[in-house]
């Protein structure tokens, strides 16, 4: 029998819901958000359930998030940079053995220092990880062992709150995969980098024009998390467009301000 091995790392910018893997759940989200200030101590719970129907043993530990600009999203060790709130972070456990149908609430808690203390948004991450592998067989005979594990996204706006300023990195006009004249269609890939100390909830819209200044479509895109110093990639689909050149201008909107860029776009 043929074996394959491989790792599933489950993590999801910007989105909260449940998922279920190996027979765990995640009842309560993966993204939890906290406000505090210097000598502050916060509590907070991660809701888990054993959905399966054999006990599953969980590691919860903790990680930072890496977001270089220029490289992939990584997972690095607590204190990696520094806005890091592992260093502030604990947890009541770092193992648990759920039995089948049973519920847990994992509890943290967060200790800002005394003092001072830099105002801006920390972060890090509670992985949740399944110990045992999931194995399934295939009708082909192979037989596929894959670990799961959550990545629960922790910030904390520590001060009063400044709207980030967000700055257009990198803008391109790309075509889609699908290279046939039926389907392909025009992306506008965008970099948005976060200027400010605090988190931005950014959403990137486009508004386009026709060449008498007429606008002829709004496009809206969706909401992503750019965290201070760091870039966050977006995309937006140009379906329904005839041929011809338009005038476009790019919206960013972090909540309270907007930032705009403007570009030019052929649809041949």
Not at 105 to 124: D, K, L
Not at 171 to 197: C, F, H, Q, R
Not at 210 to 218: A, D, H, I
Request: hydrophobic fraction near 35%; proline fraction near 3%; aromatic fraction near 8%.
């Amino acid at each position: 029998m043929k074996t394959s091995r491989f790792f599933v790392s489950l993590f999801f910018i910007g989105l909260s819901f449940t998922r279920a893997f190996a027979g765990v759940m995640i009842l309560n989200g993966l993204t939890h958000l906290h406000n505090g200030a210097s000598g502050n101590t916060i509590s907070g719970i991660i809701k888990m359930k054993n959905d399966g129907k054999k006990e599953n043993r969980v590691l919860v530990y903790r990680q930072d998030l890496s977001l270089d600009c220029d490289k992939p999203n990584d997972y690095k060790d607590v204190n990696s940079h520094s806005r890091s709130l592992g260093k502030w972070l604990k947890t009541n456990v770092d193992e648990k053995v759920l039995q089948p149908n049973e519920e847990y609430e994992v509890s943290y808690t967060i200790t800002v220092p005394p003092g001072t203390i830099e105002n801006g948004t920390y972060w890090a991450l509670i992985m949740v990880e399944v110990a045992d592998p999931l194995t399934e067989e295939t009708p082909q005979g192979v037989k596929i062992d894959s670990k799961v594990r959550y990545a629960i996204q922790v910030i904390t706006d520590v001060g009063a709150f400044q709207s980030p300023k967000l700055n257009f990195e990198k803008v391109e006009l790309k075509t889609s995969a699908v290279k046939d004249t039926v389907t392909s269609y025009k992306i506008i890939k965008v970099k948005l980098k976060n200027e400010g100390i605090f988190l931005a909830r950014a959403k990137l819209n486009l508004e386009v024009f026709n060449s008498l200044g007429e606008k002829v479509k709004v496009i809206n895109g969706i909401q992503r998390k750019v965290y201070p110093s760091y870039c966050n990639d977006f995309e937006i689909e140009l379906k329904g467009l005839p041929k011809g050149k338009y005038d476009g201008v790019l919206v960013a909107d972090n909540g309270k301000d907007l930032f705009g860029e403007n570009l030019t776009i052929e649809i041949d």
